[in-house]
């Protein structure tokens, strides 16, 4: 074999090895991302309903499945655990009027 034959063949695992980091670098990038979107969504909801006073089943709904998929990106943390909390303990109908 030549020299450059060798060096071609020692240059593909390096080649591999960036394209790898680079890669794991996207992935990493998106899922930041995703966390992001999905905590400022759920600030949003909890915003939104607790001004209201209640937080009807669907919005209920859409809260957990944004912090399930929160949590499957290993994104909980106190603050966002203690806005869970609170969501989940808003009453679902709207307070009386009178009251």
């Excluded at 034959?5 to 960036?18: H, N, S, Y």
């Excluded at 990493?28 to 999905?38: I, Q, S, T």
């Excluded at 209920?60 to 944004?66: L, P, R, T, V």
Aim: aromatic share 12%; proline share 6%; with cysteine.
């Amino acid at each position: 074999m030549t020299v450059y034959q060798w060096l071609c063949l020692l240059g593909i695992p390096a080649l591999l090895a960036a394209v790898v980091k680079y890669l794991l670098s996207q992935i990493k990038g998106v899922r930041m991302g995703v966390k992001a979107l999905l905590r400022a969504q759920m600030i949003n909801d909890y915003n939104k309903w607790s001004e209201r006073g209640y937080a009807p089943i669907y919005a209920k709904q859409n809260f957990e499945n944004c912090w399930e998929q929160y949590h499957a990106i290993k994104g909980p943390n106190g603050v966002m655990d203690n806005l869970h909390d609170m969501f989940v303990h808003l009453p679902i109908k709207p307070p009386e009027k009178g009251a």
